[in-house]
């Protein structure tokens, strides 16, 4: 087995076992004599690669019928400018709550097309903290409040849905999904980019409830049209077939290992580790609230700029990659998917505890 | 080597050698013990694969240096709206060529955005001729000048570049890009889905003349700014990173067959077998005008739509897979791009003779 881990906010690790079915796949898929690569989307081998990571991500986040399922191109950042598109067909309004960076580029996008409110942020306190939030603190006519889920790079997580009432609750789970179970019918739409929990980059997942589709500015671009991309089955035009594939091919993996409970599970024990060694000494700080904590990005810092350089490149000699937190922040992330192993947060806890000790501050750092 | 070669319009072949090097990109990519589709875009490993296949692509297309490269998502499709939204800013009028049904998506979509006109089409005869046009066909203040150089669907491509003057010329090349050389300069823009000659689908390249960037229209999605990906290196957002790194390899594969000169000459002899041999006989039928004849997609009927189902069906059993037209015109399509081998259209230009001789028309089909 490979000992170095990659940490990395996304891309990141990809399960060895999704890799290994991938390089079958990637020369001789199911014994056709082509490379998925090379495949047509309309042949029915592609067909089926669709519609098999369609009906296995239903299964695994119990997604309700009245849900579309699309797999789309252009990261979060286009359904920055794609959900304002088709969702603002009431009032033209829309309740944006910013708590990070992602958050904040939604909510500035929206600007363009729609009355776009700011409900809450969290930059008082450097996004260390979720606002609390309740029905009262929505405008009962907006079309749609928008969250990010999950804040990568300043590591913390809503841990409650917040109640919108009837106002569809838009969320981006880039960073979150298949993590833990989620209710979606609390949501009218939810999307991700794939390169943190559904494999590399490349595609985008849209899953959105029926009444909201159908409705978008007429002169908003063809392709950001979700019901056209609805009724053609994610195909109006040739998909990101290899992305697409590979989503399909850890949505099998996820499945295996006992779905997204059994995710969940291990997820949390892998989180807890981490936060209870960072809770339980002095030398490394997480500055985010205790309820408002990732279980998937897990952000710490020394004090001392120097000793955090210092850090990450050890980690990264040592075979824990990719530990510099994002440029915005500095400091370290320890980004711990699906496909982080237990044995991995292990190793890297061993290591900050031995760094800790080869690397004493200077008196006065603390 | 494996018998069977896929005719499809796209995704279609991918040389043999390039898939040979992404197996190892896959599993272990420059020993760094990561797939590439595991790192991180703003690693130093992904930061080469981005940069080689920019300079690689500039020397193989003699790019000249103030024209920039990006590597974007969404397709051809997505093209089709961004570039009315960045090139409409000056009199806000564009002229459109219609050969296909690409073009024509192109056109519908650009009327969304400013004062679109048809200058020529030739649906009149199917879609079988390019127009001959000259300097004064264009409205000398329009903003730019569209066309589709290669149209799949029909199996033709334009045998001359129109002479638009000081009016920017667009063309979208997805399906002829690096088969043949092009003088650049005689663009303004051009822009090509990878998946015919470039690898799997999910990355759009698009080569633009820095004069035309930064004038976006401010209500136009963030993610469709030029400048911004310009500006960003195409990584304003997680790019496809996977697509990018096939599009690379493929780009080193073309340099190590002798460059674009190399590949015209071959693809001129796979296609001028093709085109003898449908010349040399009446059982078949190829519909285009000479001058008009595409070197990548070749189109022919029986003119029995009964024989045409039975020639895709044992032309698959034979190993010559998806030759069956686009569903809007039916027939056969043989897409030979860049990755097909002579000896496939030769094995290909065989069962159809002896097709032929196997399934004689009836009395009267002639």
């Known amino acids: 087995m490979n000992k170095n881990y990659t940490f990395s906010a996304g891309p990141s690790m990809i399960p060895a076992a999704v890799l290994n079915e991938a390089a079958k796949g990637l020369c001789n898929y199911n014994n056709s004599g082509f490379s998925v690569m090379e495949i047509s989307h309309?042949?029915?081998?592609?067909?089926?690669?669709?519609?098999?990571?369609?009906?296995?991500?239903?299964?695994?986040?119990?997604?309700?019928?009245?849900?579309?399922?699309?797999?789309?191109?252009?990261?979060?950042t286009t359904q920055f400018s794609a959900v304002p598109l088709n969702l603002l067909s009431g009032s033209k309004k829309a309740d944006y709550v910013v708590t990070g960076l992602f958050s904040k580029k939604a909510y500035t996008e929206a600007q363009k097309y729609g009355d776009i409110r700011l409900v809450a942020s969290s930059a008082d306190k450097n996004f260390t903290y979720i606002p609390k939030l309740s029905r009262d603190d929505f405008r009962?006519?907006?079309?749609?409040?928008?969250?990010?889920?999950?804040?990568?790079?300043?590591?913390?997580?809503?841990?409650?849905?917040?109640?919108?009432?009837?106002?569809?609750?838009?969320?981006?789970?880039?960073?979150?999904?298949?993590?833990?179970?989620?209710?979606?019918?609390?949501?009218?739409l939810i999307y991700a980019g794939a390169q943190k929990n559904m494999g590399p980059s490349g595609v985008t997942l849209v899953i959105v409830r029926d009444d909201l589709i159908g409705h978008m500015r007429e002169d908003a671009p063809t392709i950001f049209d979700y019901k056209l991309m609805a009724d053609n089955n994610?195909?109006?035009?040739?998909?990101?077939?290899?992305?697409?594939?590979?989503?399909g091919l850890v949505y099998k993996w996820v499945?295996?290992?006992?779905?997204?409970?059994?995710?969940?599970?291990?997820?949390?024990?892998?989180?807890?580790?981490?936060?209870?060694?960072?809770?339980?000494?002095?030398?490394?700080?997480?500055?985010?609230?205790?309820?408002?904590?990732?279980?998937?990005?897990?952000?710490?810092?020394?004090?001392?700029?120097?000793?955090?350089?210092?850090?990450?490149?050890e980690a990264s000699e040592a075979g824990f990659k990719s530990l510099?937190?994002?440029r915005s922040v500095g400091g370290m992330r320890a980004s711990i998917y699906n496909a982080m192993p237990y044995e991995a947060v292990e190793g890297l806890v061993e290591f900050m505890d031995a760094f800790s000790k080869k690397h004493p501050k200077k008196e006065g750092d603390r």
Chains 1, 2 share one sequence.
């Not at 519609?51 to 797999?71: C, H, M, Q, T, W």
């Not at 994610?234 to 989503?247: E, F, G, K, L, Q």
């Open 42 to 76: 309309r042949s029915p081998d592609f067909e089926k690669i669709l519609s098999d990571a369609e009906s296995d991500l239903r299964v695994l986040l119990g997604i309700p019928d009245n849900y579309k399922i699309l797999f789309l191109q252009g990261g979060a």
């Open 140 to 188: 009962p006519d907006a079309d749609y409040v928008h969250i990010c889920f999950n804040n990568t790079i300043y590591g913390t997580k809503w841990g409650y849905i917040p109640d919108t009432g009837d106002i569809p609750l838009v969320a981006d789970m880039s960073s979150c999904i298949l993590s833990e179970p989620i209710d979606v019918s609390k949501f009218g």
């Open 234 to 247: 994610s195909m109006y035009n040739t998909p990101p077939c290899w992305s697409i594939y590979m989503a």
């Open 255 to 313: 499945i295996s290992m006992g779905g997204v409970s059994a995710m969940s599970e291990l997820n949390h024990k892998k989180a807890k580790l981490m936060y209870d060694y960072l809770d339980s000494q002095d030398y490394y700080i997480n500055n985010v609230q205790p309820d408002a904590r990732s279980i998937m990005n897990v952000t710490f810092v020394t004090g001392d700029p120097e000793i955090d350089k210092a850090f990450v490149k």
């Open 324 to 326: 510099k937190g994002h």
